[in-house]
């Protein structure tokens, strides 16, 4: 069975009419990395949003179906606790909430939600620690609110502590390599490919072709004026990288 | 960090329903109902207070009698009948009171037991004395001995009318004169019972002192008057928290605490106030104006108040500060939530009188359903206030589109070398901040017990540990049903 | 405030004040059209309830007017002749339309104004035609909370009316010149102005308060009403700077339109007990106000500022922006509001005020306050008092500034601060040289005190 099946998907942003997914289809199967590249203004964002059900998108047409489920048809915080990670592309900062406090909170509701006691507090601590130096996030960034005063680079690996604490099924990365140096870009992608497993899937949002040198992923969509140009395997995404966007976008428009 | 899931668990548990809402059915002692000479009379001759303390009473009610309730605060309210309210109510027992927990009534224990608050001392949580008032009586004071042995006085304002005349003589009225305002010269004169403290010079006391207030009576006013005098060079951490049962009718709480902090002493003075607030529909619920003011009269002494305020229908209340002795520090932590239609208007007073003294505000104010909350706060440097500085920061979040979040600071200067900065902000929790919690499967009631816990954390830092855990949960509590 | 009352007030304000500025009903013009008879018995009653306010009232906390009931005021009778002239401390704007008043009448209007553009004497306008003002005057104010504004009511005499018709833009400053002269015994007087913005019209006007030489106590109560229809843009720029035996009180309130923009800039030097009130109502959408000013006082002075900003409306933004720098004797009070009312979404409103205190015996009382009923708003407010930053004042003397001068340079320097943003150039460098002036002023006094 598909951990994700997209079908013919249509979005808008609300209070306009202005469609930008004009029918989005695509499947992944456990274990899978698919990415989707895309210009500014593809609609790359909302695909992300609408998959994690960010008040403000109205989906107008098609369907989503994750792990067998109608996930269009569950709050944002059912799908999260289903398993659904968004790394965001901007995260945000929390004044006076603890990151490691933060992390706690969602890890008891997913067990909470799943019927299983809480997380002892020194089980927490040691898979958090073990984690953080993993991805080389410092201790005292865990005692910091979240996100508050994080560098770029460190907002990013604190996503990727999150989605390693947190053990999603599916994984949306959204622009996760925007704002990061080299050094930066290659813990993070380390961090991702630590969790590459047979079970789970990603889905790796990206305008750069970069990223994909060290994600590499199964399938590449190319993402242009709201729907899925092309898809292909990695090559696609260095045929890109040579040729640009131009000529996917002409080809839509034709 | 614990605090947060036990929050989630709190709501579970409670789910909406005020969780100090019973009643305990107890035989109780009342005066009849009603305000005259003859009940303040009543009240001094039950507790056999000397002539004076009586002269006093009657000073005040004399005055009450001539003055009108003050009506400059953003909170409405329905005209309150003051002969229609007990003024004393107490436990029956068999004597005046109990020598030792032993008789004290065990339905008694167990409603504090209810309220999280076990009196029996091997039974407590380590290092707090308690002082249990119940509606207008002191009904059983912990760890008295061991305090006595270190020269701490720790008693109900009526034991300390008794066995310590001249302290009482000397400072009671001191810092709240009888005629300050309405509601504390209505305390003065029908003042019931209360907790006394004194801590003798140099003594660093080991335990934080907490009294519980408790109305239970139907139709009582609780008029409790709270005196804490720190003598030179020493240090007292002291604690309060209050609830009330549930009822349809108002009831008021006009309490008055008086601190005194001698040269080098330091008060810590930290409140968890969660009396009844109604119902979502402003039914019920306890009118809770209340006058506390700390004066730092040496040099060098520090009175810090420290507040959770979530209960109450009506809330007036102004911590304050006279900072008389020179580098005397005055500080005040607040966190106040309002819901539902819960009304409160409070902050504090710095008045800066010595050189070099300062004074630190950091206010929260949570709005949320139809509730209007006011800050209202007042630094005044005086001619003499020579170097003395003060910082107040003053936040207000919306939580919802039908409440209210008003700031209200007056700032008087009158010495060029005072420095005064005041800086206020009013917002709600952004739609990212909440979607974010909720992408990583946080529901959303919870999410924003987390967000507003997390916009408060400045203030609730700054409470004692075993406090600190209680007004976490109370901040998850108080909002339940403001969002979605 | 605007709380419920609770209990029923033993002290409710209806005593009248026995002062000499208690009018006599009877003193009321009798030949007026009904309207306007209305509108100054409304006035009166509102006085007479209320009374002169007293430190007991919130709005007059910090502004004392008790001392006025000393004086012997007699109402101006607008007998004084129109050489009473122009005060030699008003603004020097060569490049303006010039209006003078005398104790709040005019004497002097320009000769040619741009089509479009009417500046009338009120009580010419109230004989000869008050069809063209009964919409507008009392309608735009709400005086019924304002003792000394509803007194205005029901003796204002006259005043400037100032049209602009839609579309027209000002080409140059009108500048609005106001003595108050009273050569031979202390003189009250109730100036009234109307100021209307037809859709996108656009103008400056600049307005000097001054006192003839020679004058006994004067005290001018004006009110001003503006309204400002959609799009319609107005910088409102104020010198008041009257002389050491004036009281000068002020209340001005604007209505403002979708879209339009009111700039107001408030300098005030001079007077003995000056209260500047503005009242500015947002009432249509992407509406904007902006209230700057500074203030600078000496012995004998107080000044007060009372700003409230109402964002009646979504997508309204105000800013309040005022420094006052107060020497010795002098009391400065700043109270500014502003209310977010329920439903004004996405409003977006600031308020700073910061104070300077030069010496011992200056006071400063300040009252930011916010009243907010709508959650989706982005409101501040910052207050600062204190003494000049010694860190600076020794830099500059390790730089070998004389202490004066060095202070003298940072008491401008805080003020240019804010100086600096009001949106007429030639305006600007007159309110400029103007706190230069006065800032040469303070070195006939020697500095002491607070180093």
Known sequence: MALLDIKDLHATVEDDTKAILKGISLTIKPGEVHAVMGPNGAGKSTLSNVIAGRPGYTVTGGSITYDGQDLLAMEADERARAGVFLAFQYPVEIPGVATATFLKTALNARRKANGEPEIEALDFMKMMKANAKRLGVPDDMLKR???????????????VLQMAMLEPRLCVLDETDSGLDIDALKVVADGVNALRTPERGMLVITHYQRLLNYIVPDVVHVLAGGRIVKSGDRTLAEELEAKGYGAFTEATAA | MAATQDTIDRIAEVSGAYKYGFVTEIESEKAPKGLNEDIIRFISAKKAEPEWLLDWRLKAYRFWLTMSEPDWAKVGYPPIDYQDAYYYAAPKSKDDAPKSLDEVDPELLRTYEKLGIPLREQEMLAGVAVDAVFDSVSVATTYKKKLEEMGVIFCSISEAVRRYPDLIQKYLGSIVPYSDNFFATLNSAVFTDGSFVYVPKGLRCPMELSTYFRINERDTGQFERTLIIADAGSYVSYLEGCTAPQRDENQLHAAVVELVALDDAEIKYSTVQNWYPGDAEGKGGIYNFVTKRGACR??????????????????????????????????FYSVAITNNAQQADTGTKMIHIGKNTRSRIISKGISAGRADQTYRGLVRMMPKAEGARNYTQCDSLLIGDRCGAHTVPYIESRNPTAQVEHEATTSRISDDQLFYCLQRGIPEEDAVALIVNGFCKEVLQTLPMEFA???????????????? | MTQTRMTDPTRAETTTEMSPLAPDPGALAADEPGWLADLRRAGLSVYRARGLPTVKVEAWKYTNLAGLKKIPFVLDDGSLPAAAGRGALALALADAHEITLVNGRPVAVPDSLPAGVRVVSLAHLLETEPAAVEPHLGRLADLSDAPMGSLNAALMA????????????????????TVTAAPDQARHMHPRHLVILGEGADA???ESRVTAAGAAETLSNAVTEIRLEARARLRHLRFVNPGPDAVDLDLTEAVLAEQAHYEAFGLTLGGRLVRNESRVRLRGSGADARLHGAYGLRAGQHADTTLIVDHAVPDTTSDQLYKGVVDEGGKGVFQGKVIVRRDAQRSDGNQLHKALLLSRNAEVYTKPELEIYADDVKCSHGATAGEMDMDQLFYLMARGLAEADARALLVEAFLDDVVESVPEGPVRDAFLSAVRAWQAGRHAVTWEGSA
């Open chain 3, 204 to 206: 400056t006007l600049v």
């Open chain 3, 158 to 177: 006259d005043g400037v009316v100032i049209q602009v018709d839609a579309g027209v833009a000002l080409d140059r400053p009108l500048h609005l010149v």
């Open chain 2, 298 to 331: 040496g040099r060098n002494s520090k009175i810090s108040w420290t507040q959770v305020e979530t209960g109450s229908a009506v809330t007036w209340k102004y911590p304050s500060c006279v900072l008389q002795g020179d580098n005397s520090v005055g500080e």
């Open chain 2, 469 to 484: 855990v209680e007004a976490q949960k109370l901040v998850g509590i108080s909002l339940e049903g403001s969002v979605g």
């Open chain 1, 145 to 159: 609110p979240v996100n508050v005063g994080f560098s770029g680079g460190e907002k990013k690996r604190a996503e």
